[in-house]
């Protein structure tokens, strides 16, 4: 997968100035990928224990220059990706930017998470959502300046975006949606893993709400309400609709968002707050 994205991003209109790949794999086959690719030159980083926030961190510390791209093995990029995030982020480098997630293959229903609005948007009002980190940028120094990614394990390896997102518009800056900035997700994973993970994106979406209650920050209550609801009639879609669990990403949402507020309601050393 790290080489399918690697190959769309030497094929760009543009060339990235830098390309940093955060290892967390422990596989010394991944760093002689990044030491042996052409065109590109792609210089491995040590991304440190297990973790998407702790990796993105990394690679936002290391980064040669103000403005940055993110992206995960498990995309591809369109071949004008970088030419227009860079043009994006220099007319407006207060702002973060992201956009359009297509699904790769044959079959949508396999990929766990898309974007797919087909007009700009502009998020202003925090809200705990609207940030893909597979298909986003931004200036480094500010995103750092609110301590990056939350590394906390109550996050697991979901909401950390969301937990961005809402840190970053609750400071009065925005986040452009832009359809034309575009990537695809790709799928690998069996029917049972993509359930599992649904349920994992509600456990990290649980725990965001409870870092922000305890540090008494209420406007978040009523995402909380929202997304139980939204949890209770998938689940009712899967027993009367007869939904396949995998097919629907709101299935796990409950019980996940519930287990994830309680072990975020528990004291962790603090990150990103």
């Keep these: ?9 030497a094929a760009g209109a543009v060339q990235p100035a830098e390309v940093l790949v955060c290892d967390q794999s422990g596989a010394r086959e991944t760093r002689a990928l990044c030491d042996g690719y052409a065109p590109l030159t792609a210089r ?7 973790g998407i926030a702790r ?7 290391a980064a ?11 995309i591809t990029v369109a071949a004008d990706w970088v030419e227009r995030a860079h043009g994006y982020l220099v007319a407006d480098p207060a702002s973060l930017v992201t956009g359009r997630v297509l699904a790769g293959g044959d079959d949508p229903s396999r990929v766990p998470s898309t974007m797919l609005y087909a007009h700009p948007r502009d998020f202003t009002k925090p809200q705990p959502w609207g940030l ?3 298909n ?19 996050f697991g390896v979901a909401a950390e975006d969301n937990d961005l997102a809402w840190r970053w518009l609750r400071t009065g800056r925005s986040i452009r949606y832009r359809p034309d900035l575009q990537v695809w997700h790709h799928d690998w994973r069996t029917d049972a893993e993509i359930v599992h993970r649904y349920v994992e994106y509600g456990r990290g979406q649980g725990a ?3 870092k922000h209650l305890r540090s008494g920050d209420l406007r978040i209550a009523p995402w909380l309400v929202r997304d139980v ?9 899967r027993y009367i609709k007869r939904r396949a669990p995998h097919t629907d990403w709101r299935q796990g949402l409950f019980p996940g968002v519930l287990v994830g507020f309680v072990h975020g309601a528990t004291p962790h050393p603090p990150s990103g707050d």
Excluded: C, K
Aim: hydrophobic share 45%; no cysteine; glycine share 14%.
């Design 1 to 9: 997968m790290l080489a399918r994205l690697l190959h769309s991003l």
């Design 44 to 50: 491995w980083i040590d991304g440190g224990a297990p």
């Design 55 to 61: 990796a993105m961190n990394s690679g936002l510390e």
């Design 64 to 74: 040669h220059h103000e403005l940055v791209l993110i992206t995960n093995d498990d």
């Design 132 to 134: 893909f980190p597979g």
């Design 136 to 154: 986003a940028g931004g200036a480094r120094t500010p995103l750092l300046e609110i301590g990056g990614f939350d590394e906390r394990d109550a």
């Design 208 to 210: 965001l709400y409870a």
């Design 229 to 237: 609801a939204r949890g209770l009639r998938a689940q009712a879609g």
